[in-house]
């Protein structure tokens, strides 16, 4: 194992990092704290430590970081006992690296048995910054950072935002300041495509075809190795039907009683409880998120219905078929993922006269409260007062002083306390948190 330990530290130190599309979020450290990098598989979490490792580089030697992959077949047979050979190895090379800060990156670091004790003996006794991720094949990568105890800092890796698109695909490395006719153009056009192909990193250049069976995939791999493996689920009919329902009512409402009903009609077995816990599974793996009702009481919260939002339009692309007419629910995912990639927690609110708002927001670090409503098309006159006044009641209710209208193109000021966005615009507008 030493040889191998030997063997794949030079290989780092030879290679070179691959090219990167600069991701928004940052790495915030603190001494003696792990940096646990989470999400979604095929997100880029990977990559994502790549960003970091170049950006050490302007300052250190490539010789300071150590970067080791316990998915690489070569490391078949590791066990916690060998961790010790890795420092053995490293200082035995760089042995006046003792006195200096080095960077330790672990990918798929869950793949051995009780490593945290080997990282939480790291953090006691070496000059080291630590940095971990993982998928869920046996450990969910946000239990990577609970099993280290408050030893680590969390970081969220989603697929790429708005922005991140923009820049992946050379349209804007910033994002613009004047929206001139050529512009909004291209912004119009992008935004379109950003709703039909998502922003897993993998799949930006693919054709639709090999898209669609990549993301699929993606899919499948989350159900047999998040799921199915790891809880060792056994009704994989039950499960199956879950998702394709959730993914089939993108932005809506879900009872599991309803559901379970459902299934009972079509004489699939299946335990309320189960489908509680098949829930929880595929929340934990990030594929789907709940979104509560506003309320003080627990009890209200417990008896309505959450709201569930997928972590991608591409994967709901991807797994059924879609036309213009129902690209509403789209919009509100796309809303929700941005309001979630940026820091927020949020609620639906439903009124006491029965009128209902699709997101409360508040911020986790600054507090900040938004209040959104999402409309496709202004157009409709009946739709758009309804929506319009399900937000003024709420703001009314709540006592909050303005609310923002979401729409797919177009913009306009109501009263001077309600504001109306394209999807494209708020993107720009909204600022980028780096947790």
Same mark, same amino acid.
């Given at each position: 194992?030493?040889?191998?330990?030997?063997?794949?530290?030079?290989?780092?130190?030879?290679?070179?990092?691959?090219?990167?599309?600069?991701?928004?979020?940052?790495?915030?450290?603190?001494?003696?704290?792990?940096?646990?990098?989470?999400?979604?598989?095929?997100?880029?979490?990977?990559?994502?430590?790549?960003?970091?490792?170049?950006?050490?580089?302007?300052?250190?030697?490539?010789?300071?970081?150590?970067?080791?992959?316990?998915?690489?077949?070569?490391?078949?047979?590791?066990?916690?006992?060998?961790?010790?050979?890795?420092?053995?190895?490293?200082?035995?090379?760089?042995?006046?690296?003792?006195?200096?800060?080095?960077?330790?990156?672990?990918?798929?670091?869950?793949?051995?048995?009780?490593?945290?004790?080997?990282?939480?003996?790291?953090?006691?006794?070496?000059?080291?910054?630590?940095?971990?991720?993982?998928?869920?094949?046996?450990?969910?990568?946000?239990?990577?950072?609970?099993?280290?105890?408050?030893?680590?800092?969390?970081?969220?890796?989603?697929?790429?935002?708005?922005?991140?698109?923009?820049?992946?695909?050379?349209?804007?490395?910033?994002?613009?300041?004047?929206?001139?006719?050529?512009?909004?153009?291209?912004?119009?056009?992008?935004?379109?495509?950003?709703?039909?192909?998502?922003?897993?990193?993998?799949?930006?250049?693919?054709?639709?075809?090999?898209?669609?069976?990549?993301?699929?995939?993606? &899919? @499948?791999?989350? =159900? *047999?190795?998040?799921?199915?493996? %790891?809880?060792?689920?056994? +009704?994989?009919?039950? /499960?199956?039907? $879950?998702?394709?329902?959730?993914?089939?009512?993108?932005?809506?409402?879900?009872?599991?009683?309803?559901?379970?009903?459902?299934?009972?009609?079509?004489?699939?077995?299946?335990?309320?409880?189960?489908?509680?816990?098949?829930?929880?599974?595929?929340?934990?793996?990030?594929?789907?998120?709940?979104?509560?009702?506003?309320?003080?009481?627990?009890?209200?919260?417990?008896?309505?219905?959450?709201?569930?939002?997928? &972590? @991608?339009?591409? =994967? *709901?692309?991807?797994?059924?078929? %879609?036309?213009?007419?129902? +690209?509403?629910?789209? /919009?509100?995912? $796309?809303?929700?993922?941005?309001?979630?990639?940026?820091?927020?927690?949020?609620?639906?609110?439903?009124?006491?006269?029965?009128?209902?708002?699709?997101?409360?927001?508040?911020?986790?670090?600054?507090?900040?409260?938004?209040?959104?409503?999402?409309?496709?098309?202004?157009?409709?006159?009946?739709?758009?007062?309804?929506?319009?006044?399900?937000?003024?009641?709420?703001?009314?209710?709540?006592?909050?002083?303005?609310?923002?209208?979401?729409?797919?193109?177009?913009?306009?000021?109501?009263?001077?306390?309600?504001?109306?966005?394209?999807?494209?615009?708020?993107?720009?507008?909204?600022?980028?948190?780096?947790?």
């Amino acid at each position: 194992m030493k040889t191998i330990v030997t063997q794949l530290i030079d290989n780092f130190h030879e290679r070179k990092l691959p090219v990167l599309v600069k991701r928004d979020k940052k790495f915030v450290q603190i001494p003696g704290k792990a940096d646990v990098v989470i999400g979604m598989r095929r997100t880029g979490k990977t990559f994502f430590c790549y960003q970091r490792m170049q950006a050490l580089l302007a300052t250190v030697s490539i010789e300071k970081l150590l970067y080791l992959n316990f998915e690489d077949d070569r490391l078949l047979g590791f066990t916690v006992h060998d961790f010790q050979i890795i420092l053995d190895v490293y200082y035995a090379k760089y042995p006046e690296f003792r006195d200096t800060t080095c960077h330790f990156f672990f990918d798929e670091i869950q793949c051995i048995e009780q490593w945290e004790k080997f990282i939480r003996r790291l953090l006691d006794t070496e000059n080291v910054q630590i940095y971990l991720t993982g998928s869920s094949s046996k450990l969910l990568s946000v239990e990577i950072a609970s099993t280290l105890r408050g030893r680590s800092l969390t970081t969220e890796i989603f697929p790429f935002s708005f922005q991140e698109f923009l820049k992946y695909h050379g349209i804007f490395d910033v994002p613009p300041i004047r929206f001139g006719a050529q512009t909004v153009s291209v912004l119009r056009k992008a935004v379109k495509d950003y709703l039909e192909i998502g922003g897993f990193p993998e799949v930006q250049t693919l054709d639709r075809d090999i898209r669609i069976e990549v993301l699929q995939g993606y &899919i @499948d791999s989350v =159900l *047999l190795k998040d799921v199915i493996e %790891r809880h060792k689920v056994s +009704n994989i009919t039950a /499960l199956k039907y $879950l998702v394709r329902h959730l993914m089939s009512s993108p932005s809506c409402k879900f009872s599991v009683n309803k559901f379970y009903n459902t299934l009972k009609s079509m004489s699939v077995k299946c335990s309320k409880n189960t489908l509680y816990e098949y829930l929880d599974h595929l929340m934990e793996a990030y594929l789907f998120y709940q979104v509560p009702i506003h309320s003080r009481s627990e009890k209200a919260r417990q008896l309505n219905p959450t709201k569930i939002y997928t &972590i @991608d339009t591409g =994967l *709901l692309n991807a797994m059924s078929f %879609r036309n213009s007419l129902n +690209n509403g629910p789209l /919009l509100e995912n $796309l809303v929700f993922m941005h309001l979630r990639r940026t820091g927020y927690l949020v609620e639906y609110v439903n009124t006491k006269t029965a009128y209902e708002t699709d997101f409360l927001a508040r911020h986790k670090i600054s507090n900040e409260i938004k209040l959104i409503q999402v409309c496709w098309d202004m157009s409709d006159e009946k739709t758009f007062k309804r929506e319009l006044r399900g937000l003024q009641t709420v703001m009314k209710e709540l006592f909050i002083s303005s609310g923002i209208i979401i729409t797919w193109d177009e913009e306009s000021t109501i009263d001077n306390n309600i504001l109306i966005y394209p999807i494209w615009k708020w993107f720009l507008l909204e600022p980028e948190f780096s947790r």
